[in-house]
């Protein structure tokens, strides 16, 4: 069965939640930024990994995510205010 197409702005928003929900399990009591690897956002959603850096792209333009810096990011985390609107 052939999946469903995704939106890229529907794909960006599941990436969030995953960053989030990997995060989460980490339980750090640190306050600063949670960094995941994109990789392991990309196998908890079960999609690949070009298909998270696109996505990421999307986010980090809207303000939801930041990376690493590299290119292709390497790690990711949530903007604070991610899901506050």
């Known amino acids: 069965m052939a999946k469903c197409p ?4 529907d794909l960006a928003d599941r990436l969030c939640d995953a960053v989030k929900d990997l995060a989460a399990e980490r339980s750090s009591r ?8 994109l990789h392991d956002v990309a196998r908890h959603l079960g999609i690949s990994d070009d298909e998270a850096q696109r996505a990421v792209a999307l986010a980090v333009e809207r303000g939801w995510l930041t990376t690493d810096g590299s290119d292709p990011p390497h790690s990711v985390s949530l903007i604070y205010s991610w899901g506050e609107t």
């Open 6 to 9: 995704r939106s890229k702005a």
């Open 30 to 37: 640190s306050h600063g930024a949670q960094w995941i690897m």
